[in-house]
């Protein structure tokens, strides 16, 4: 009996070591996103930027055109006008025709001031306009640059994942159905690595001390046993080597 648990857990043993690998490559893909969406988020400011800019430059140009073509209406008017004045008969006429002119005059000098302030106002909001399709560009770049190294990244840990979770399954096949069940049950429950060493009386896992009894029976290999305060699989951690006093390194054992 002692002997066919301790070889089911020098089992779970290695499948802890694939499931820790495993758990860190995959916090390393969970982060990959959430590094992405940091990039995201400075290109989603420089868009916002860059749009209301496009919109402001869009709104006077637009409304510069407008004028251009109000102002070719009043040289229209002017000029049908002053052909007009040439027809007229009476002293009457003249004088209506003479203040259709001055007035058409009059909204004509309006609306070149507002198309002078217009375009020095053009001059500026280009100048922002380009500035902030620069910037926006440039942190575009950035961010490509980004997510093709994040993708890559990806990618290769994905292919490390697969790879580990392949070799544990072919470890896992080792697990007789009690541990094998256990193993599964615990899995799907637990957060992190399910399997943890007991060291000292203490579970790795929650850092808390277990009964004695509960101890010995895992030291005494008497059976595959769970923390009654995580839920996590127990196993015995592997004894310190000892340390030569002179060299530092760990002794042979002989």
């Known amino acids: 009996m002692s002997q066919g648990v301790e070889s089911q857990y020098q089992v779970l043993a290695d499948i802890k070591k694939l499931d820790e690998r495993i758990f860190r490559l995959q916090i390393s893909i969970n982060n990959i996103p959430v590094e992405l969406s940091k990039h995201e988020k400075v290109l989603g400011e420089k868009r916002v930027v860059f749009e209301e800019a496009k ?49 058409q ?22 100048e922002k306009f380009k ?3 620069d910037q926006f560009k440039s942190e575009e770049a950035v961010f490509n640059e980004h997510k093709q190294k994040l993708d890559a990244e990806n990618e290769t840990l994905q292919e490390q994942l697969n790879s580990l979770k392949q070799e544990k399954n072919g470890v896992a096949e080792k697990l007789e159905t009690a541990a094998a069940t256990l193993y ?36 005494g ?14 196993i015995p951690a592997p004894p310190k080597a000892a340390m030569d006093p002179v060299s530092g390194m760990p002794t042979n054992g002989a």
């Open 221 to 234: 290999f008497t059976g595959v046993k769970q923390c009654p305060s995580c839920g996590k699989i127990l």
């Open 131 to 133: 500035q902030s399709q």
């Open 55 to 103: 919109a402001i430059y869009d709104k006077h140009t637009k409304r510069l055109r407008e004028a251009e073509q109000e102002l070719k209406i009043f040289e229209d008017k002017i000029k049908k006008a002053e052909d007009k004045l040439m027809e007229v008969k009476t002293n009457d006429a003249y004088a209506a025709a003479n203040a259709e002119i001055s007035n």
């Open 184 to 219: 599964s049950r615990v899995s799907s429950r637990v957060a992190g690595p399910p399997v943890v060493e007991v060291s000292q009386g203490m579970c790795t896992g929650c850092r808390i001390k277990i009964r004695p009894q509960l101890y010995n029976e895992i030291l």
């Open 105 to 126: 005059k009059g909204e004509k000098s309006k609306l070149e001031d507002e198309m002078l302030k217009l375009m020095a106002d053009l001059d500026k909001e280009t």
